[in-house]
Protein backbone atom coordinates (compact mmCIF):
# COMPACT_ATOMS: atom_id res chain seq x y z
CA UNK A 1 0.00 0.00 0.00
CA UNK A 2 2.59 2.85 -1.16
CA UNK A 3 0.04 5.48 -1.14
CA UNK A 4 -1.04 4.51 2.72
CA UNK A 5 2.28 4.75 3.27
CA UNK A 6 3.48 7.90 1.85
CA UNK A 7 0.45 9.41 4.03
CA UNK A 8 1.97 8.00 6.76
CA UNK A 9 5.21 9.53 6.26
CA UNK A 10 3.77 13.26 5.27
CA UNK A 11 2.07 13.02 8.91
CA UNK A 12 5.25 12.20 10.89
CA UNK A 13 6.71 15.13 9.04
CA UNK A 14 4.05 17.43 9.92
CA UNK A 15 4.56 16.29 13.16
CA UNK A 16 8.03 16.29 13.33
CA UNK A 17 7.88 19.85 12.34
CA UNK A 18 5.59 20.93 14.71
CA UNK A 19 7.96 19.33 17.27
CA UNK A 20 10.62 21.64 15.71
CA UNK A 21 8.80 24.64 16.23
CA UNK A 22 7.66 24.12 19.61
CA UNK A 23 11.15 23.02 20.53
CA UNK A 24 12.43 26.52 18.62
CA UNK A 25 9.82 27.96 21.13
CA UNK A 26 11.06 27.13 24.10
CA UNK A 27 14.50 28.12 23.52
CA UNK A 28 12.84 31.91 22.84
CA UNK A 29 11.57 31.35 25.98
CA UNK A 30 14.29 30.09 27.77
CA UNK A 31 16.73 33.20 26.02
CA UNK A 32 14.17 35.31 26.87
CA UNK A 33 13.87 34.14 30.86
CA UNK A 34 17.81 34.50 31.32
CA UNK A 35 17.37 38.16 29.98
CA UNK A 36 14.71 38.90 32.84
CA UNK A 37 16.66 37.35 35.21
CA UNK A 38 19.39 39.58 34.63
CA UNK A 39 17.51 42.79 34.23
CA UNK A 40 16.07 41.59 37.33
CA UNK A 41 20.17 41.06 39.32
CA UNK A 42 21.14 44.33 37.80
CA UNK A 43 18.44 45.93 38.96
CA UNK A 44 16.92 45.32 42.63
CA UNK A 45 13.67 47.45 42.15
CA UNK A 46 12.78 45.22 38.98
CA UNK A 47 10.64 42.34 39.82
CA UNK A 48 10.17 40.15 37.05
CA UNK A 49 8.89 37.23 38.66
CA UNK A 50 5.77 36.94 37.15
CA UNK A 51 7.37 37.36 33.46
CA UNK A 52 9.67 35.00 34.30
CA UNK A 53 6.50 32.22 35.68
CA UNK A 54 4.37 33.21 32.67
CA UNK A 55 7.33 31.77 30.49
CA UNK A 56 8.09 28.52 32.83
CA UNK A 57 4.60 27.82 32.68
CA UNK A 58 4.66 27.96 28.73
CA UNK A 59 7.34 25.83 28.19
CA UNK A 60 5.50 23.56 30.66
CA UNK A 61 2.84 22.97 28.11
CA UNK A 62 5.15 22.96 25.05
CA UNK A 63 7.02 20.30 26.64
CA UNK A 64 3.34 18.36 27.23
CA UNK A 65 2.36 19.14 23.32
CA UNK A 66 5.44 17.72 22.18
CA UNK A 67 4.84 14.63 24.75
CA UNK A 68 1.85 14.02 22.80
CA UNK A 69 2.97 15.02 19.19
CA UNK A 70 5.70 12.20 20.13
CA UNK A 71 2.80 9.82 20.60
CA UNK A 72 0.91 10.71 17.86
CA UNK A 73 4.17 9.96 15.78
CA UNK A 74 4.66 6.59 17.26
CA UNK A 75 1.14 5.68 16.44
CA UNK A 76 1.83 6.86 12.68
CA UNK A 77 4.26 4.08 13.29
CA UNK A 78 1.90 1.37 14.70
CA UNK A 79 3.64 2.09 18.18
CA UNK A 80 2.78 3.16 21.52
CA UNK A 81 4.60 3.45 25.11
CA UNK A 82 4.45 1.87 27.65
CA UNK A 83 3.29 4.86 30.73
CA UNK A 84 5.85 2.33 33.40
CA UNK A 85 8.32 1.35 31.63
CA UNK A 86 8.78 3.38 28.55
CA UNK A 87 8.98 0.41 26.08
CA UNK A 88 7.47 0.44 22.74
CA UNK A 89 4.75 -1.50 21.83
CA UNK A 90 2.53 -2.72 19.16
CA UNK A 91 -0.47 -0.65 19.11
CA UNK A 92 -2.69 -3.42 19.64
CA UNK A 93 -0.99 -4.98 22.53
CA UNK A 94 -3.04 -4.91 25.94
CA UNK A 95 0.00 -5.49 28.36
CA UNK A 96 3.77 -4.06 28.23
CA UNK A 97 5.33 -7.19 26.55
CA UNK A 98 8.75 -6.04 28.60
CA UNK A 99 7.24 -5.28 32.42
CA UNK A 100 3.53 -6.48 32.12
CA UNK A 101 1.80 -3.09 32.51
CA UNK A 102 -1.89 -2.51 30.88
CA UNK A 103 -2.63 -0.98 28.20
CA UNK A 104 -5.94 0.98 28.89
CA UNK A 105 -6.07 2.76 25.65
CA UNK A 106 -8.93 1.83 23.20
CA UNK A 107 -6.68 -0.20 20.33
CA UNK A 108 -5.51 -2.87 23.22
CA UNK A 109 -7.17 -5.90 22.92
CA UNK A 110 -9.63 -6.38 25.58
CA UNK A 111 -7.87 -7.88 28.89
CA UNK A 112 -10.12 -11.33 29.09
CA UNK A 113 -9.21 -12.46 25.18
CA UNK A 114 -5.39 -11.89 25.73
CA UNK A 115 -3.38 -12.67 28.65
CA UNK A 116 -0.74 -10.72 30.26
CA UNK A 117 2.77 -12.28 28.95
CA UNK A 118 4.69 -12.76 31.96
CA UNK A 119 1.48 -13.32 34.02
CA UNK A 120 3.32 -15.35 36.93
CA UNK A 121 5.23 -11.90 37.71
CA UNK A 122 2.80 -10.07 39.66
CA UNK A 123 4.37 -6.90 41.55
CA UNK A 124 2.90 -8.45 45.08
CA UNK A 125 4.89 -11.54 44.14
CA UNK A 126 8.46 -9.20 43.31
CA UNK A 127 8.41 -7.11 46.43
CA UNK A 128 8.46 -10.11 48.42
CA UNK A 129 11.48 -11.51 46.28
CA UNK A 130 13.71 -8.18 47.78
CA UNK A 131 14.47 -10.11 50.49
CA UNK A 132 18.53 -9.79 51.41
CA UNK A 133 20.33 -13.15 52.44
CA UNK A 134 20.61 -12.37 56.24
CA UNK A 135 23.92 -13.15 57.37
CA UNK A 136 26.68 -12.82 54.34
CA UNK A 137 25.40 -8.71 53.76
CA UNK A 138 26.29 -6.89 56.86
CA UNK A 139 29.76 -8.92 56.43
CA UNK A 140 30.36 -7.72 52.77
CA UNK A 141 29.37 -4.40 53.21
CA UNK A 142 32.06 -3.88 56.08
CA UNK A 143 34.58 -5.60 53.96
CA UNK A 144 33.65 -3.30 51.17
CA UNK A 145 34.04 0.18 53.42
CA UNK A 146 37.39 -1.06 54.98
CA UNK A 147 38.71 -1.56 51.53
CA UNK A 148 37.35 2.18 50.12
CA UNK A 149 39.03 3.03 53.55
CA UNK A 150 42.21 1.69 52.99
CA UNK A 151 42.16 2.78 49.31
CA UNK A 152 41.49 6.71 50.43
CA UNK A 153 44.41 6.60 52.93
CA UNK A 154 46.98 5.73 50.38
CA UNK A 155 45.83 8.46 48.26
CA UNK A 156 46.35 11.25 51.00
CA UNK A 157 49.84 10.24 51.84
ZN1 LIG B 1 6.30 -1.53 30.39
Not at 37 to 62: F, H, P, W
Not at 80 to 91: F, S
Amino acid sequence: MPIFQDQKGKNISNFQKMIDEKKNTIRKYYDEIGHLYYGQYKDVNVDMTKDINARCESISNLYIEIEDLNVKILRERGLKKCAVCGTENNLSNAFCFKCGARFDDADAVPADVIAPPNASATPSRQEKKTTIEPAAAPELAATAAQTQEATDEGKEE
